[in-house]
């Protein structure tokens, strides 16, 4: 069974920084788009951000320059780096591919 794990989530002082990772039991190198998107209590899920096989990013406008996320296919992992955090960005952080989803690590800024 494919599963994803998701680490790296925590509690961080506003402007700290965070890096989550997304390890697939599988080979992503066949996965074409790999995704986090993350969930704020009482919102829906939203997407954060994706990475195409080729290496093609897209980000939600209140991450971009402060997010980025990449994939290392040989250790089946994507990874999100979070510079410059703010309390807007507490959620719960989701790894996701095609139909297969983690079950989030939790993300808390504080002021």
């Known amino acids: 069974q494919v599963q994803l794990v998701e680490s790296g989530g925590g509690l961080v002082q506003a402007g700290g920084s965070l890096r989550l990772s997304c390890a697939a039991s599988v080979s992503i190198f066949s996965f074409n788009v790999m995704g986090w998107y993350r969930q704020a209590p009482g919102k829906q899920r939203e997407l954060v951000a994706r990475i195409t096989s080729g290496g093609s990013t897209n980000y939600r406008d209140s991450v971009k320059g402060r997010f980025t996320i990449s994939r290392d296919n040989a250790k089946n992992t994507v990874y999100l780096q979070m510079n410059s955090l703010k309390p807007e960005d507490t959620a719960v952080y989701y790894c996701?591919?095609?139909?297969?989803w983690g079950r989030g690590t939790q993300v808390t800024v504080f002021s």
């Open positions: 996701n591919t095609e139909l297969l």
